[in-house]
């Protein structure tokens, strides 16, 4: 098969314009290339597919308004991808995840690898993060900008009233899956049409959430300080979060 032009961050749409799924190659040295569902109709979306390698060229398509077909250089390491979800769903729409790959682009494929080992074994500078406050009020987590965009970092595990214990007794992970799902719950409770604005990306310990705007991260930062002293607002939020089967 001939060598694929490198892509660049796109979307595409499925025949009936109901779901889409965008690509983001994130080019940069410390990014990860990455393929975001998003169900219009529901205001919902999360992440299917990431490759902790900057800038490859995945592209996506749509064999049908069910079924999205994502496809890889075959010269990646196979440990070099983090997700690779079958499906995705959001409420009765399930959509069906199939892979394939393509080659070509071992040069490209190598150059990525020595990026990311380069960055990780040259010491970062530290930069102390300051408080998140808004409107006087102190906000749990952080806000950085990276990669033309915005992040909000939140480590429940890491607060002197982490709930992790609480979750974990429960029977959920506890860290960064289920802090995904609690935000998406309080936000589907409280402010359901910033969930087309960000993408979910969790760790085993630590949620991060991305957006084009800081203001819409703030609101998230709102929510997760305002569930953190009210328990109810908490346990709701889980509700939400199970019923829309993305509790883990």
Known sequence: M?????????????????????????????GYTQVLVEFHQHGSGGGVFDVSLPGMPIEAR????????????????????????????????????RYET??????????????????????????PRK?????????RGTIVKADNRF??????????DSSAEFLTASGYQGGGPSWAGIVYGLLALRQPALLPKIEF?????????????????????????????D????TAAIAEAVKAGRME
């Open 151 to 160: 992040r909000y970092d939140y480590y429940d595990v890491d607060e002197p």
């Open 2 to 30: 001939a060598p694929r032009k490198k892509s660049t961050s796109t979307t595409v749409w499925c025949p009936d314009r109901s779901k889409s799924a965008t690509v983001y190659p994130r080019d940069v040295d410390n």
């Open 62 to 97: 749509w064999l049908d308004d069910d079924t999205l077909c994502i496809a890889y250089p075959a010269e990646a390491p196979l440990e070099a991808y983090n997700r690779r979800e079958d499906q995705t769903h959001c409420f009765e729409q399930v959509v069906q995840i």
């Open 131 to 139: 408080p998140l406050t808004h409107k006087g009020r102190q906000l």
């Open 231 to 234: 328990p109810a607002l908490l």
């Open 201 to 229: 990306d969790e760790e085993a310990d630590g949620l991060s959430v991305w957006s084009r705007t800081r203001a819409t991260l703030l609101s998230i930062a709102d929510v997760v300080t305002a569930a953190k002293e």
């Open 102 to 127: 393509f080659t070509g682009h071992g040069a490209l494929v190598a150059e990525a690898i020595a990026r990311r080992d380069l960055f990780h074994s040259t010491p970062q500078p530290a930069s």
